[in-house]
């Protein structure tokens, strides 16, 4: 359909109705923010398939070939998708990206450091060791975690599509606003549901929740494999096991992109409650302008109906 408008557009030559950039987004959350600011004037192509890994994933021929003709590709950065720069690396000279991660004005946070993540449950020792295993990179790549983020993100992705489109700029910016007061209510909304589980310590599958324990205050007690979610070491699951054992911890959360085995491995005997499947990345959610709100809003649900005192 959109090859057809654009013939269209390029026959009749007017100049009011220049060709809206295609734009190439990585993951649902960004594929969110980016929807939100085209608004009515286009849809952004999202790259990681229902149910995916966003660390381990592989693109289609025809997606490699939709990253190449993009006008513009924003993304989290290469932290996050390892998957989505070879063909980054192939678009044309001075081809327009929008790495997220690094963009002036991310709130970045570094593995292990997050502010609230105060590992309850583990002696000085235990996090040392901790400490140690996530000298693997230097900054945690899920950001959009931090509802702060996703908002300085909004007027990055606007101002990129004004320089790209610049007859379209009012409506990106004013996209862009609606957007961001949206982010405001749900962040004040999940503020305050999530208030009562400040003490209330959880362990999830893959360290990826930095960012939204930080920003909320919540009590994280770690995470079964590390920020890349790869398969966790016997000395890791052991590790995770002593702090369950040690009873501070109120629940542990699977991810429905992984198998919820070895979730209740660590967990059986140990007192504590396995809680529903969290979904970091909003891989099982229809993708759209509204899965931003409705990945956050998922994973407080999911925190608050297994950890709610
Ligand atoms: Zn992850």
Redo the contacts with the bound molecule.
């Keep these: 359909m959109r090859y057809i408008i654009t013939a269209l557009m390029a026959s009749t030559a007017l100049p009011a109705l220049a060709e809206v950039p295609g734009v190439v987004t990585d993951i649902p959350p960004v594929h969110a923010l980016v929807s939100q600011v085209m608004g009515d004037l286009g849809s952004p192509v999202l790259l990681l398939a229902k149910g995916a890994d966003?660390?381990d994933f592989q693109l289609r021929p025809s997606q490699a070939g939709e990253v190449a003709d993009a006008a513009l590709v924003v993304w989290i950065g290469p932290e996050?998708t390892p998957w989505l720069e070879t063909a980054l690396k192939n678009r044309p000279e001075g081809a327009a990206a929008l790495a997220l991660l690094d963009a002036e004005g991310t709130e970045k946070i570094g593995y292990g450091k997050a502010e609230g993540d105060d590992h309850a449950g583990e002696t000085a020792e235990d996090h040392a060791g901790h400490a140690d295993e996530h000298d693997h990179g230097a900054y945690d790549p899920?950001a959009w975690l931090d509802p702060d983020n996703a908002k300085v993100w909004l007027g990055l992705i606007a101002a990129e599509l004004a320089r790209i489109d610049p007859d379209n700029a009012a409506i990106y910016a004013a996209n862009a606003a609606t957007a961001t007061a949206g982010i405001k209510a749900l962040d004040a909304d999940l503020s305050a549901r999530l208030a009562p589980m400040k003490d209330r310590a959880f362990v999830t599958f893959?360290d990826?929740y930095g960012y939204f324990t930080a920003h909320y205050g919540l009590a994280s007690a770690g995470s079964i494999a590390l920020?890349?979610?790869a398969d966790p070491g016997a000395a890791r699951l052991s590790e995770i096991r002593a702090t369950l054992e040690a009873g501070s911890v109120a629940c542990i959360f699977p991810e429905v992109q992984h198998d919820p085995a070895l979730v209740v491995q660590v967990a059986d005997g140990t007192g504590a409650v396995i809680g529903g499947a969290l979904d970091?990345?909003g891989s099982s959610l229809e993708p759209g302008a509204g899965a931003y709100a409705a990945l956050l809003t998922g994973i407080a649900e999911t925190l608050v109906a297994c950890t709610a005192p």
Aim: aromatic share 0%; hydrophobic share 35%; glycine share 10%.
């Design positions: 966003e660390h996050l899920h893959h990826a920020g890349d979610a970091p990345v």
